[in-house]
């Protein structure tokens, strides 16, 4: 009977040889390889953390002692360890989410995916065991990576204030995020890899002084825990011990005794303690290891034994941009590109290799990248930042007070905006539009095809005296939506057919083709609509106001919140110009959205085009005085086919 299926809680850990828990940490690496290849998901950083969370349980009594997971993508082996072994719907609608869920179990104690939040949330935690005098315990597990966000720094300020408040810091180095980590702090944690003669000493005395009867012991505890001078002697120790906080390691993050060792000391210490462990992304499965792109970070259902993906699909929004930026960056030297340690997934990296001088990794400092664009653009070049739609909230104050308020020409390009479905709440890009609103001169565009982004980014990176926004979504891009005319500036899709139309539907985004259903479903209940794309969402279009007062209802269709959104604004500026005609916005309710496909949450929503046509048909009925198109009679027309 294999052992991952007698664990039903971490306490089962407990009564597991040395030799067991070898063998488990092997079967639960067979079974991430062969679950995770059949739904997707992050492979590579839960195949390097097995040891170490097999380690964590047996020290730490969960979830009496809480263990916090920064980002949570590497949890997995946490979710198998405390009872949850069914990943057969990993990350889909009713299954295991991809992080950590309140939901799912009392372990899982926070569950935002945003990274180099962990230490904050451990010392609030921490403070409250001190104040309510519990003796649990705090973990916090963080990433090399993680430790490049600038939120990490400001909490371990905090936490080195208090010598005596309990709190364990195991960073989990793999000298990775998604690529290799860059950075100062990266350099000093290579030095600390490779300078290990401290652990070695100590190891080697402690064999020495086992053998030597009465004092062998005592004088091995005395050695171990030698003042600073002993240990900065035989390797430096000085950023962390400087801050305040003491410090183990390195420690080989797949001996799961040396961690059990370095662990239980940490958990006696009674104060701050940094637990620094080398492990291996990708470990055990060759093909992740032979990616040098990102050890298998993130991978869709992909061929167990290759590691090759089962299907491809066509081209991306990410590889759309990514290809313009290298057209962009041969025509225009003064181009330069900016990433958050996501050079690959936002699309950046052939031009990194192919400008490698003119690319700025700033690590995870979504806030500090921000800043950097606004110091380039006012130095005289035009910087591009490509990050993903969730993760620009973060730098929401840097955008307004450093780049909108200094007029600096910035280009922010925000992938995976609008619904993403499958990573879950943290990680939608449902939010951009609607506070990217509030700043003054900011453009924002919104692509409807491969072509637009092309066409837009090109617009935005003209502009040099105010931040621009390009934002698409996540996936495939479908066909090439074309204009049939041109209003102002915004690119009309469908003509009314009629003098007098009844609806004019403005489509933002990725959203034009089911606006075009829509439209066609209000043709057959004989309303007539104009179909437009704004292409620039901010500032409102001056031609919007007029064309809309030609029109009976306007209704806004988006991928984006509905509080504030494009519909919110649209129909500010109809007040603003004095048109009372009634409008009526689709997008995202204001809750957050569980995890599960793109369709299956628009569905759920009701953002699909018979839910959108159902209740515009109703709208139109109610402007006539007449009630007798019901729904069923939208509902009975069958919806256009792709």
Not at 220 to 247: N, R, S, V, W
Not at 404 to 410: R, T
Not at 632 to 642: H, I, K, M
Request: glycine share 10%.
């Amino acid at each position: 009977m294999p052992l991952l299926t007698r664990i039903t809680g971490p306490r089962d850990l407990d009564r597991l040889s040395p030799e067991q828990l070898d063998q488990l940490a092997e079967e639960i690496r067979t079974f991430l390889v062969e679950a995770v290849s059949k739904t997707g998901g992050h492979l590579g950083p839960n195949l390097g953390v097995v040891e170490l969370t097999i380690a964590l349980h047996r020290v730490f009594d969960s979830p009496k002692d809480k263990v916090l997971w920064d980002t949570g993508h590497q949890s997995y082996v946490h979710k198998l360890l405390t009872g949850r072994q069914d990943f057969s719907r990993l990350k889909m609608k009713g299954g295991l989410s991809g992080y950590p869920s309140q939901a799912e179990s009392e372990h899982d104690i926070i569950e935002n995916s945003h990274a180099s939040t962990v230490l904050g949330w451990a010392d609030g935690l921490a403070k409250a065991n001190q104040l309510l005098e519990r003796d649990s315990h705090v973990v916090a597990v963080i990433g090399d990576g993680a430790l490049t966000g600038g939120m990490a720094w400001e909490a371990l300020n905090n936490i080195a204030e208090a010598k005596d408040r309990p709190l364990v810091i195991v960073v989990n180095d793999n000298e990775r995020s998604y690529a290799p980590t860059i950075g100062g702090l990266a350099n000093h944690l290579a030095t600390l890899r490779t300078t290990d003669g401290y652990e070695r000493f100590l190891a080697r005395t402690k064999e020495i002084l086992d053998r030597t009867p009465v004092v062998g012991k005592p004088l091995y505890e005395t050695l171990h825990g030698a003042k600073k001078g002993l240990k900065d002697f035989i390797a430096p120790q000085g950023m962390f011990e400087d801050l305040g906080l003491k410090y183990v390691g390195p420690i080989d993050g797949h001996d799961i005794e040396a961690l059990e060792s370095a662990l239980a000391r940490a958990k006696r210490f009674g104060g701050p303690v940094i637990v620094h462990c080398l492990t291996e992304k990708g470990r055990g499965y060759q093909p992740a290891l032979q990616d040098e792109a990102d050890r298998f970070h993130a991978v869709g259902k992909i061929h167990p034994d290759t590691g090759l993906p089962i299907a491809t699909s066509g081209a991306d929004w990410t590889s759309v941009f990514g290809e313009e930026m290298v057209k962009l960056g041969e025509e225009r030297e003064d181009i330069v590109a900016i990433t958050a340690a996501m050079l690959q997934p936002v699309g950046l990296d052939k031009f990194a290799k192919r400008f490698p001088e003119r690319v700025y990794d700033v690590g995870i400092a979504e806030q500090h990248g921000a800043v950097s664009a606004a110091g380039l653009a006012t130095g005289g070049v035009h910087p591009v930042f490509a990050v993903y739609a969730t993760f620009l909230n973060r730098a929401f104050d840097q955008v307004l007070m450093d780049v909108a308020l200094h007029k600096c020409g910035v280009t922010f390009v925000l992938d995976r905006a609008g619904i993403t479905g499958t990573d879950g709440a943290s990680h939608n890009g449902m939010w951009d539009m609607s506070i990217l609103q509030v700043v003054p001169g900011l453009r924002l565009a919104a692509p409807r095809d491969a072509d637009q982004v092309r066409a837009q980014l090109r617009e935005a990176v003209q502009v040099k005296d105010a931040p621009t926004v390009v934002r698409f979504s996540k996936g495939a891009v479908g066909p090439a939506v074309p204009a049939v005319g041109r209003v102002g500036g915004m690119d009309v899709l469908r003509e009314p057919g009629t003098d007098t139309p009844d609806v004019l539907l403005v489509s933002v985004g990725a959203l034009a083709p089911m606006c075009l259903e829509i439209a066609g479903l209000l043709n057959r209940q004989g309303i007539s609509t104009t179909v437009v794309d704004p292409r620039w969402v901010k500032p409102v279009d001056e031609a919007m106001a007029p064309l809309a007062e030609r029109h009976r209802v306007v209704v806004t269709v988006e991928d984006n919140s509905r509080v504030g959104g494009v519909g919110s604004a649209i129909a500010q500026a109809l007040r603003d110009a004095g048109v009372d005609v009634p409008l009526r916005d689709f997008g995202i309710p204001p809750r957050f959205l569980d995890h599960a496909s793109r369709a299956e949450v628009m569905a759920e929503i009701g953002l699909t085009a018979p839910d959108i046509a159902r209740q515009v048909t109703g709208l139109v009925a109610k402007l006539d005085g007449r009630f007798d198109r019901t729904a069923a009679e939208v509902d009975s027309v069958e919806p256009a086919r792709d």
